[in-house]
C-alpha cells in the first residue's frame, strides 16, 4: 500500500485562480515532507519542504503541516499556464535516508 | 545548482538483454538515489546509496543491481531486462545538511524492452 496518498489525482484550474493538493502519509514515523514539481519530458524539482507544524510561504506558493494527521498541503494562488504541471509530494522520517513520494496530483491550468 | 547527469538518455534493448544505467554527480553529495517512473505510480525507489561501496535496497528492487563505485559514480545494472522494466529512470543525489534537505534529479533515461 502506498505509503504517502496525494489527491485530487488530477484538477483544473483557471488562470489567476487557487490550485489546492492533498498529500497525507499512512507512516507515524513521518515528520518531512517535500513538495515537487515536474514539468511534462522534465525532471522533478523541489519547490518546497516543511518539517514543521503550521505554514510556509514563497511567493504564490504556500504550505501546511499538520504533524498530528500527517498531512500537508500545497497552494498555488494566481495560477499560470507555466504552473501546468505535476507536483509530487514526498516524506520521511527524521534521519530517514530515502525520500517515499506520492503518485502526484496533475495540475492543468486553463486560459 | 547542483548537477546531477545521465547516460545514456535513452535505450532500446530487447527481452533478456543486458542494460547499464549511468548516473554522475559532481556535488560532493553523500546519498545517491536510483528511481523508476510509471504513469500511475509515481516515483518508485529501487536502489540508493550513501556512500562509495555502499548500497541500500529500496521498495522495488527485484531484477536490479546497482553499485556505487565511487563518490561520484552509481550504476544500475539490469542484467535480463524484461518488458516490465520499460520505464523512465530517474537519479538523484541529496544534500543534508543543517536546515537544508534537498533531492536534486537527473535528466531521466528512457529504457525501453522489447
Known amino acids: 500500500q502506498q505509503k504517502v496518498q496525494q489527491s485530487p489525482e488530477s484538477l483544473i484550474v483557471p488562470e489567476g485562480g487557487m490550485a489546492s493538493l492533498n498529500c497525507t502519509s499512512s507512516?507515524?514515523?513521518?515528520?518531512y515532507f517535500w513538495w515537487y514539481r515536474q514539468h511534462s519530458g522534465k525532471s522533478p524539482k523541489m519547490l518546497m519542504s516543511i518539517f514543521s507544524n503550521g505554514e510556509k510561504e514563497e511567493g504564490r506558493f504556500t504550505v501546511h503541516l499538520n504533524k498530528a494527521s500527517l498531512h500537508t498541503s500545497l497552494h498555488i494562488r494566481d495560477s499560470q499556464p507555466s504552473d501546468s504541471a505535476l507536483y509530487l509530494c514526498a516524506a520521511s522520517s527524521q534521519g530517514g535516508r530515502a525520500l517515499i513520494f506520492g503518485t502526484g496530483t496533475t495540475v492543468s491550468v486553463s486560459p | 545548482e547542483a548537477a546531477v547527469t545521465q547516460s545514456p538518455r535513452n535505450k532500446v534493448t530487447v527481452t533478456g538483454g543486458n542494460v547499464t544505467l549511468s548516473c554522475r554527480q559532481t556535488n560532493s553529495h553523500n546519498y545517491m538515489y536510483w528511481y523508476r517512473q510509471d504513469t500511475g505510480h509515481g516515483l518508485r525507489l529501487i536502489h540508493y546509496s550513501y556512500g562509495a561501496g555502499n548500497l541500500q535496497i529500496g521498495d522495488v528492487p527485484d531484477g536490479y543491481k546497482a553499485t556505487r563505485t565511487t563518490q561520484e559514480d552509481f550504476f544500475l545494472l539490469l542484467e535480463l531486462a524484461s518488458p516490465s522494466q520499460t520505464s523512465l529512470y530517474f537519479c538523484a543525489s541529496r544534500y543534508w545538511g543543517v536546515n537544508q534537505d534537498t533531492q536534486y534529479f537527473g535528466p531521466g533515461t528512457r529504457l525501453l524492452v522489447l
Open positions: 507512516d507515524r514515523n513521518v515528520d
